[in-house]
């Protein structure tokens, strides 16, 4: 068996981590990032941009550009935070062909399982390219309150990118799992609380360590809060100011919105570290009186004030997890941050407020999932042995019974993997086939929870009603994937369904995915290289204008002319020119940028030899 990456698919970051020679390494990309946005941009030219070099153009390819995809994968179309996601997003969301949600870019469908399978694949060749092997093999998490549709299509995506996914890992337990290995917590016996708050996603999970074997007591969450919420109550408010003073509704423009959230983003992570910042945004709106910008001031106590509804939040979950724990807040023994947004001063109080004890912030909050899931792999492979994992199903489980109800099969939070059988009977007399149908959820009534599959056992000798005996069997592996078989005892007749998910793919569908995106494989390289050299040229290019305005006097005229000659030239050939082509743009440039800067040099010495002289002359 080759290595095991693990890998961390968040809702904003990605990251992916492996153990080499027993140490738990966490692999940076080729920009030197420890973590990769989980963007996927789809250019006019028809390439694949994936990580920051996506994140980069979604200013000017808002439409065209999907972030925060997990937030649909395996989702039904119809679903009420899909209905608010497709309020939001500014790429179209659109029904799939079993009724589930999928993106609609450049006129192209595509399901969820598709475009994050573009983000796996680009963490898979992150580490291949560290690692210098291939690697097929991956450990890949998700959050705890996934239902098994969404963990079905996750692990879509990962066969998709071509990786065997030997595991799904809820998001806590990798932290945790990444904690208790050789740290402190390995103590005979204490109970921890996993807060999990994240781009897009909350989980708590609170989870006992016993002589390094972790069991999970509950988890709870909520998935849709997250770090995107609090940018969005900055941006709220920005633009509300903004229309306050000029009538101007920036939300409506997604080249302006684009800009505020990456200014409110960078702004909310700002302040963690520092009391204030200034928020600049020139030339944001150009109307009738000419061009308008924004320029403010944004303290700590204020984001704080904008935010604090949110961090209440998180805080009901936390109460049930408490609950179906049978815990007091006063048991827990550690609490464990996860996740960007737990970087945040507030964060961090009000959590250590609510549990009444000093939270735990040793870890690197954006690496120890991933780092969990490498260490799940560790102990998959053999590598690493002095631990075990023991997870639970986040929802019940059941069949509908006579009359629409819902009868529990296994309960939440049941340690997997496990298996339950019941005996059912028929409700009418000389019933000859019984339908099964499979539903995950809280509610009484079938109609309420959430339908995973039905199926129907035929064959059952015709009999009075209440007499054939069938025993319905669940079975969850250790990835939390449902098998459910029913058997009538007195014929020995079986039907048995493995839970593809609602909104999953078929394995025809996957086949005919992984098949093109091999084909595309050389085509998807070299278009990203030429998106990546274009990138270059323009920062190239808005540098060396910008510096030609600045300093252009120093030169002499003549040659002054003649670079804005070559820079505007340069500047009409750059969206369409092939690699090579960009090559020699880049050298243009660049000999342009050194002359300039000769020159501001000269000027600048000419400069202090006058000021030299004039100090002597003083003298
Ligand atoms: P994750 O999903 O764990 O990668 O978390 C990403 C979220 O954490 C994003 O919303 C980030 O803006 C947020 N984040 C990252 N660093 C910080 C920071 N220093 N302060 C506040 N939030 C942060």
């Given at each position: 068996?080759?290595?095991?990456?693990?890998?961390?698919?968040?809702?904003?970051?990605?990251?992916?981590?492996?153990?080499?020679?027993?140490?738990?390494?966490?692999?940076?990309?080729?920009?030197?990032?420890?973590?990769?946005?989980?963007?996927?941009?789809?250019?006019?030219?028809?390439?694949?941009?994936?990580?920051?070099?996506?994140?980069?153009?979604?200013?000017?390819?808002?439409?065209?550009?999907?972030?925060?995809?997990?937030?649909?994968?395996?989702?039904?179309?119809?679903?009420?935070?899909?209905?608010?996601?497709?309020?939001?997003?500014?790429?179209?969301?659109?029904?799939g062909?079993?009724?589930?949600?999928?993106i609609?870019?450049?006129?192209?469908?595509?399901?969820?399982?598709?475009?994050?399978?573009?983000?796996?694949?680009?963490?898979?060749?992150?580490?291949?390219?560290?690692?210098?092997?291939?690697?097929?093999?991956?450990?890949?998490?998700?959050?705890?309150?996934?239902?098994?549709?969404?963990?079905?299509?996750?692990?879509?995506?990962?066969?998709?990118?071509?990786?065997?996914?030997?595991?799904?890992?809820?998001?806590?337990?990798?932290a945790?799992?990444?904690?208790?290995?050789?740290?402190?917590?390995?103590?005979?016996?204490?109970?921890?609380?996993?807060?999990?708050?994240?781009?897009?996603?909350?989980?708590?999970?609170?989870?006992?360590?016993?002589?390094?074997?972790?069991?999970?007591l509950s988890?709870?969450?909520?998935?849709?809060?997250?770090?995107?919420?609090?940018?969005?109550?900055?941006?709220?408010?920005?633009?509300d100011?903004?229309?306050?003073?000029?009538?101007?509704?920036?939300?409506?423009?997604?080249?302006?919105?684009?800009?505020?959230?990456?200014?409110?983003?960078?702004?909310?992570?700002?302040?963690?570290?520092?009391?204030?910042?200034?928020?600049?945004?020139?030339?944001?709106?150009?109307?009738?009186?000419?061009?308008?910008?924004?320029?403010?001031?944004?303290?700590?106590?204020?984001?704080?004030?904008?935010?604090?509804?949110?961090?209440?939040?998180?805080?009901?979950?936390?109460?049930?997890?408490?609950?179906?724990?049978?815990?007091?807040?006063?048991?827990?023994?550690?609490?464990?941050?996860?996740?960007?947004?737990?970087?945040?001063?507030?964060?961090?109080?009000?959590?250590?407020?609510?549990?009444?004890?000093?939270?735990?912030t040793?870890?690197?909050?954006?690496?120890?999932?991933?780092?969990?899931?490498?260490?799940?792999?560790?102990?998959?492979?053999?590598?690493?042995?002095?631990?075990?994992?023991?997870?639970?199903?986040?929802?019940?489980?059941?069949?509908?019974?006579?009359?629409?109800?819902?009868?529990?099969?296994?309960?939440?939070?049941?340690?997997?993997?496990?298996?339950h059988?019941?005996?059912?009977?028929t409700?009418?007399?000389?019933?000859?086939?019984?339908?099964?149908?499979?539903?995950?959820?809280?509610?009484?009534?079938?109609?309420?929870?959430?339908?995973?599959?039905?199926?129907?056992?035929?064959?059952?000798?015709?009999?009075?009603?209440g007499?054939?005996k069938?025993?319905?069997?669940?079975?969850?592996?250790?990835n939390?994937?449902?098998?459910?078989?029913?058997?009538?005892?007195?014929?020995?007749?079986?039907?048995?369904?493995?839970?593809?998910?609602?909104?999953?793919?078929?394995?025809?569908?996957?086949?005919?995915?992984?098949?093109?995106?091999?084909?595309?494989?050389?085509?998807?390289?070299?278009?990203?290289?030429?998106?990546?050299?274009?990138?270059?040229?323009?920062?190239?290019?808005?540098?060396?204008?910008?510096?030609?305005?600045?300093?252009?006097?120093?030169?002499?005229?003549?040659?002054?002319?003649?670079?804005?000659?070559?820079?505007?030239?340069?500047?009409?050939?750059?969206?369409?020119?092939?690699?090579?082509?960009?090559?020699?743009?880049?050298?243009?440039?660049?000999?342009?940028?050194?002359?300039?800067?000769?020159?501001?040099?000269?000027?600048?010495?000419?400069?202090s030899?006058?000021?030299?002289?004039?100090?002597?002359?003083?003298?």
């Amino acid at each position: 068996m080759g290595r095991t990456i693990g890998i961390d698919l968040g809702t904003t970051n990605s990251c992916v981590s492996c153990i080499i020679d027993g140490e738990r390494i966490v692999i940076p990309n080729a920009e030197g990032s420890r973590t990769t946005p989980s963007v996927v941009g789809f250019t006019e030219d028809g390439d694949q941009l994936v990580g920051q070099v996506a994140k980069r153009q979604a200013q000017t390819n808002a439409e065209n550009t999907v972030f925060a995809v997990k937030r649909l994968i395996g989702r039904r179309f119809d679903a009420p935070d899909v209905a608010q996601a497709r309020r939001s997003c500014p790429y179209k969301i659109v029904e799939g062909p079993n009724g589930d949600a999928w993106i609609d870019v450049r006129g192209k469908e595509m399901s969820p399982s598709e475009v994050s399978a573009l983000i796996l694949k680009e963490m898979r060749e992150i580490a291949e390219d560290y690692l210098q092997e291939e690697v097929e093999d991956a450990i890949i998490t998700v959050p705890a309150y996934f239902n098994d549709a969404q963990r079905q299509a996750t692990k879509d995506a990962g066969r998709i990118a071509g990786l065997q996914v030997s595991r799904i890992v809820n998001e806590p337990t990798a932290a945790a799992l990444a904690y208790g290995i050789g740290g402190e917590a390995q103590r005979s016996s204490m109970k921890v609380a996993v807060y999990d708050l994240g781009g897009g996603t909350f989980d708590i999970s609170i989870l006992e360590l016993t002589d390094g074997l972790f069991s999970v007591l509950s988890t709870s969450g909520d998935t849709y809060l997250g770090g995107e919420d609090f940018d969005n109550a900055i941006i709220d408010y920005i633009a509300d100011e903004f229309e306050e003073a000029h009538g101007v509704d920036l939300l409506e423009q997604p080249m302006a919105l684009q800009r505020l959230k990456e200014e409110a983003e960078q702004a909310k992570c700002e302040l963690s570290s520092t009391e204030e910042v200034e928020i600049n945004l020139p030339f944001i709106h150009t109307g009738d009186d000419g061009p308008l910008h924004i320029e403010m001031t944004l303290t700590r106590a204020k984001l704080e004030e904008l935010v604090d509804h949110l961090i209440e939040r998180s805080l009901d979950p936390c109460r049930t997890a408490l609950q179906d724990a049978q815990l007091r807040r006063s048991d827990v023994d550690q609490i464990l941050l996860v996740g960007g947004m737990t970087r945040m001063p507030k964060v961090r109080q009000r959590v250590g407020e609510f549990f009444k004890q000093e939270v735990d912030t040793s870890v690197n909050p954006d690496e120890v999932v991933a780092v969990g899931a490498a260490v799940q792999g560790g102990i998959v492979t053999g590598e690493l042995t002095d631990v075990l994992l023991l997870d639970v199903t986040p929802l019940t489980l059941g069949v509908e019974t006579a009359g629409g109800v819902f009868t529990p099969l296994i309960e939440r939070n049941t340690t997997v993997p496990c298996s339950h059988t019941e005996i059912f009977s028929t409700s009418v007399d000389n019933q000859t086939m019984v339908p099964i149908h499979i539903l995950q959820g809280e509610r009484a009534m079938a109609v309420d929870n959430k339908s995973l599959a039905r199926f129907e056992l035929t064959g059952i000798p015709p009999a009075p009603r209440g007499v054939p005996k069938i025993a319905v069997t669940f079975s969850i592996d250790e990835n939390g994937m449902v098998n459910v078989s029913a058997r009538d005892e007195a014929t020995g007749q079986e039907q048995s369904a493995n839970i593809v998910a609602d909104g999953g793919l078929n394995d025809g569908d996957i086949d005919r995915i992984i098949a093109e995106a091999q084909q595309k494989e050389e085509e998807d390289r070299l278009a990203r290289q030429v998106m990546e050299k274009r990138n270059q040229a323009e920062g190239m290019l808005y540098s060396t204008e910008r510096s030609l305005q600045a300093y252009g006097s120093q030169l002499p005229a003549e040659e002054f002319e003649e670079l804005m000659q070559d820079v505007e030239t340069v500047k009409g050939l750059i969206s369409d020119a092939t690699l090579d082509e960009l090559e020699t743009i880049l050298a243009t440039l660049e000999a342009a940028a050194h002359r300039l800067a000769q020159a501001m040099y000269d000027a600048m010495e000419q400069q202090s030899a006058g000021d030299t002289s004039a100090d002597e002359e003083a003298m």
